[in-house]
């Protein structure tokens, strides 16, 4: 796909690993049941890019680190600008020199997620600093102007194996996902801000359409949105394509987070399921 990478800004911007967050100790299952466990936040050991998205016994998971800009007139930017498959380097602590890969970010929370190999983690703390080469955001495919892109490195899309074929462009993906089921992060008005929620509580429903295999990483399709200018943009025949985030969650309305990359309003997008899928693959 032709696009106009060499002139997409990269610019720095930087962070902290962030502290876990406790808002309340309990959270409700959708039957009301309590359940006290960790969510979002700090330095996940036992959870990464590659794994199942309902792998963990907890709510709103984040994988590998969590970082955030303390503060948030920063952290606006550093969401912003911080896109999937940007190089991340620890400036700070005994990581220091250490290079991840960002891999979503999650909105409400307002967390990049950055990748970083499992013995890396090992020496990271809290309060780390993370600088990320920001790049992405202005990229344009210039032959498809009907399709808005978002956070994604321009170096990984060219990765993607995506064919362009009689005017419309084949997209990989590990599942399709109905519009009916997109809903926590639903009418935020900017794209480059976060995720918004596969909805998973009917767990009968997941399992039939196929969404029980998720992963963190995986490129998903989500049907009949189209997220231009907003999250949620429901529209008959418009296709987006996003990211899978962070991990499963138990209270209502929420799941799977979904990071969008790709918005298309005019039918030009056709996502086709795929085992490579992942950008995992690809980075």
């Known amino acids: 796909m032709k696009t106009n990478k060499d002139t997409v800004v990269k610019i720095s911007v930087s962070g902290e690993v962030a502290h876990p967050l406790m808002r309340s100790p309990f959270r409700l299952e959708t039957d009301g049941t309590p ?3 960790p969510g979002t936040g700090g330095i996940t050991y036992n959870f990464a890019l590659g794994d199942s998205a309902f792998k963990m016994t907890g709510d709103h998971v984040e994988p590998d680190v969590s970082t955030k800009n303390p503060d948030n007139d920063k952290n606006a930017a550093y969401v ?10 620890v400036i700070s602590g005994d ?9 979503g970010k999650h909105g409400g929370i307002n967390h990049v997620l950055i990748h970083f190999k499992e013995e890396v983690k090992e020496k990271m703390a809290i309060g780390d600093r993370i600088q990320v080469t920001g790049y992405g955001q202005g990229l344009v495919l210039e032959d498809y102007p009907g399709i808005r892109v978002y956070n994604i490195d321009p170096y990984l899309l060219e990765k993607v194996p995506a064919v362009e074929s009689d005017g419309r462009i084949h997209f990989p993906v590990r599942a399709i996902v109905p519009g009916y089921l997109m809903g926590s992060g639903s009418g935020s008005g900017n794209p480059a801000g976060g995720d918004y929620d596969i909805i998973t509580n009917d767990r009968s429903l997941v399992k039939r359409v196929g969404l029980d295999k998720l992963r963190i990483g995986d490129f998903v399709a989500l049907e009949n949105h189209n997220d231009s200018f907003g999250l949620g943009g429901y529209m008959e025949g418009s296709v ?3 990211v899978v985030v962070h991990g499963d969650c138990i209270i209502t309305g929420h799941g799977p987070g979904v990071t969008v990359i ?10 086709e399921v795929s085992e490579k ?7």
């Open 277 to 283: 899928s992942n950008i995992v693959d690809f980075i």
């Open 262 to 271: 790709m918005a298309d309003g005019e039918g030009i997008i056709v996502p």
């Open 95 to 103: 990581a220091k020199g250490e290079r991840g890969v960002v891999t």
């Open 240 to 242: 987006t394509i996003g």
């Open 35 to 37: 359940r006290l466990f």
């Open 80 to 89: 912003a600008y911080s896109c999937i498959g940007n190089s991340a380097l």
